[in-house]
Nanobody, 123 residues
């Protein structure tokens, strides 16, 4: 089993936030970590993903150039640096980890999920 704990959400007026996803347990089984977000009444939406080795990243088009996903070099923590935040980025953000992720943009590819952290961007 892998446990994921997100932190770093909050209320901002534009600007930046950095989300963290701390993984514990059998982290040796993880091949990729993704960030997703969800607003009420909508499906969970892919934001970004990174291979556990950190060598490859993938982004949703709407966040390219504004968000950066990374993994701490000496820790089991994945970060999502979010700059130039917009009101449409408001959502609950979840991190997810997968043992054998084939399609990184699909929620069903991931085996473990965190509890989510709320990000609210005011206009």
């Amino acid at each position: 089993q892998v446990q994921l704990v997100e932190s770093g959400g909050g209320l901002v007026h534009g600007g930046s936030l950095r989300l963290s996803c701390a993984a514990s347990g059998r982290t040796g089984s993880i091949t990729a970590v993704g960030w997703f977000r969800q607003t009420p009444g909508k499906e969970r939406e892919f934001v970004a993903a990174i291979t556990w080795s950190g060598g490859r990243t993938v982004y949703q088009d709407s966040v390219k150039g504004r968000f950066t996903i990374s993994r701490g070099s000496t820790s089991n923590t994945v970060y999502l640096q979010m700059n130039s935040l917009k009101p449409e980025d408001t959502a609950v953000y979840y991190c997810a980890a997968g043992r054998s992720v084939v399609l990184v943009v699909a929620p069903h590819s991931y085996n473990y999920w965190g509890q989510g952290t709320q990000v609210t961007v005011s206009s």
